[in-house]
């Protein structure tokens, strides 16, 4: 199992600089030597960059859930060639003093609707009186009718026809007061106030991750490496965001992944490798030869760790949406971009600095110097200590931690999901307010319907079959109306014969129905419907859209691809793992301990943002019973590389060690305790900048940066500081362990120096 570690053993010696430096160590010696052409084409790079890329988040596509191929997408597809027709993309709510049936009220919102219907981009505009005033339309209390307006081509020209339209229709017209809420209006108050939220957010973490980097790094001069880096990291990945959308769609959503990551990976990284350094010039060495051991180890790992964490994000590749797509594009450009300006840009920073790295120092406030700082390093200090504390009693420290760790998770057993709509934005949100009239004052979900799409029938000669499946779907539970080409009918019967608002749902093949219910869309019942309609027989092929349907459709296509996601992380993992290592059990060692940090991260999810437990510490937000369906995925990639980030810094100092005295029980003391400070340091640092998000305004901005935030946190405390200090002490020797084919496999192609 190990013994313990001698005082000599404890104490870390240095080892002279090879003659001819080789591999990143050449690396870090030439950037050394050549510090102010790096730095100047890294200007240079960000001066052309900064008006390429500041502007990305208007040129970005706002949808993306979408599952390309479902049934649902074929359908909207046919709806928007074919029929020019389908669910409403906007809902006109329209308020009276008096009833809507007087007569200027009337006048006033047919003569609304006739001009909508005369708009650039609006392919269908109807309303209560132009549907012969029909009931459903009409509020309650008689004072409310809706106007429903459906817009032309993709998600892209819809928004910006909107973006053209609602300004013009919302407020006084006449007689009514017109508030705008459905699908387009609720996403483009999301989009709005996400960047809203965003610049909010940076404002805030902005000035805390600056102090606790000064706390941290103890001079302003040290202080500002990582933000330069931060920047660099930030701004190239909004051009690569630019560049990918001239190719394949990106979501605009991807931005608020991006800065959070960029900033708090450049921050990890340059910690790293600015901590090894002032080591180095504490050990002796000069400005080249500690840039050079720099890269060599820090930089080595820097490397590795980049590679580890975007091969996390990759996972959400396999997903067919492209708003879950663009969180991977955005994210594997952050992260190398981050991690090649640590380990280039960074180490060129250095040489110019050299020694005045610790100028301004902020700690002789204290009376503390760098030199005792870096000096701490070769004593045995609180990390140390708790390490060994936890390896005396490694069996009890790992089975109490795993258990509260999976009673925080139980939680997530329960979990239900949804997607975004209204209530995500706050009770001050127009758009919710809206929403929730109709709610409230109407009885159906006109702005929401199912569409059934009968693509192959003839409606001229098979108007009595298309009737007969009319009258059958509307006998189903749920179902208030079915509007189609032969009329409207409800419970089994006609109760409307056709009219002109009929003719939408002709074209010279096919027809469709428009199936109004009384449940919401994202819901359990309004997913049942969905398989309830799928389900009745039907005169022809029938492709069935809508809110609902989509949700379905994303649902089991998460379901299919997150076995392959889950495959390619854990994949990756063991591989790059081993070939770091050279062992099998830190692999998997390292897989189980990130899953479980990750345990109570999701029972959190579902106990605060599902069961709304908590609102006064993160902020108020509508409960509605679900997560978000794409939030976990994200949360899950996304959590696991930093899991992964923080566990290569670790075990790097572990292997350094291990390799120079061959005691597991040291290696993993003197580890943890030269990267302790480290990785708590980094991850109060990250999680500052993703809990700026719970000021957000929106539920998903707020559910992604405490969740991840709490997955730092947990990580690079309970998980770093216990559990993996109990684990390798149970394993003692084992660790390392590989079958002679896998250890000669790697001392051919593994990543020692």
Sequence with gaps: MGSQPSVRSQTPSTTAPPVVPKGLAALGRWLARRRLLVLLVALAALVVAVP???????????????????????????????????????VFIAAADTSIDGPEVSREGAALTERLAGERGVVQAASYWTLDKAPTLRSKDGRTGLVMVRLAGDEDEVRKTAARIVPEVVGEQGPLKMTATGVTAVRMEIEKRSEEDLTKAELLSGP???????????????????????????????????????????????????????????????????????????????????????????????????????????????????????????????????????????????????????????????????KTAAARTDTAGFWHKLAMAVMRRPLPFALTIAAVLVALGLPFMRAEFGDSDDRVLPASSPAYQGAQVLREEFDNREGSPLNVVLPDIDPASSSAKVADYAKQLSTVPGITRVDAVTG?????AQTAPPGPASERFKADQGTWLSVVSDTEPYSERGMDLVKTVRAQPAPDTVLVGGQAALLVDSKATLADKLPWALGIIALSTMVLLFLFTG????????????????????????????????????GDFTVTGMLDIDTPILMFCVAFGLSMDYEVFLLSRIKEEYHRTGDNVSAVAWGLERTGRLVTAAAALVATVLLAFATSSLTPLKLLGVGLALAVIVDATLVRGILVPAFMRLAGRANWWAPRPLARLHQKIGLDD
Excluded: C
């Design 488 to 492: 409207s009918y409800s419970e089994g």
């Design 583 to 618: 062992s099998l059990l830190i692999p998997l060692k390292a897989i189980v301990l990130n899953l479980l940090s990750l345990t109570a991260t999701f029972g959190a999810m579902v106990y605060v943002f599902q069961d709304g437990h908590l609102r006064w510490l993160v």
């Design 208 to 370: 805390l991750v600056l102090i606790i980097l000064l706390l941290v790094f103890g001079s302003v001069v040290a202080a500002s490496t990582p933000l330069a880096v931060g920047i660099l990291a930030v701004i190239g990945s909004f051009v690569i965001l630019r560049l990918l959308d001239m190719v394949v769609q990106v979501s605009v959503f991807s931005v608020n992944i991006t800065t959070a990551l960029g900033l708090g990976l450049a921050i990890d990284y340059s910690l790293f490798i600015v901590t090894r350094y002032r080591e180095e010039l504490a050990h002796g060495r000069t400005v080249h030869e500690a840039i050079g051991e720099s890269v060599r180890t820090a930089g080595r790992t820097v490397l590795f760790s980049a590679l580890t964490v975007a091969l996390s994000l990759s996972a959400m590749l396999v997903f067919p949406m492209y708003h879950l797509r663009s969180f991977a594009y955005s994210g594997i450009a952050v992260v190398i971009l981050a991690a090649l300006g640590s380990v280039i840009v960074l180490p060129a920073l250095l040489a110019v600095l050299g020694h005045r790295i610790d100028a301004l120092n902020v700690r002789r406030l204290f009376r503390r110097n760098a």
């Design 52 to 90: 390429f890329g500041s502007d990305v988040e208007s040129r970005l596509s706002e949808g993306g859930i979408t599952v390309p191929a479902s049934e649902s997408a074929r359908a909207d597809e046919l709806l928007n060639t074919r029929f020019e027709g389908g669910s409403p993309h906007l």
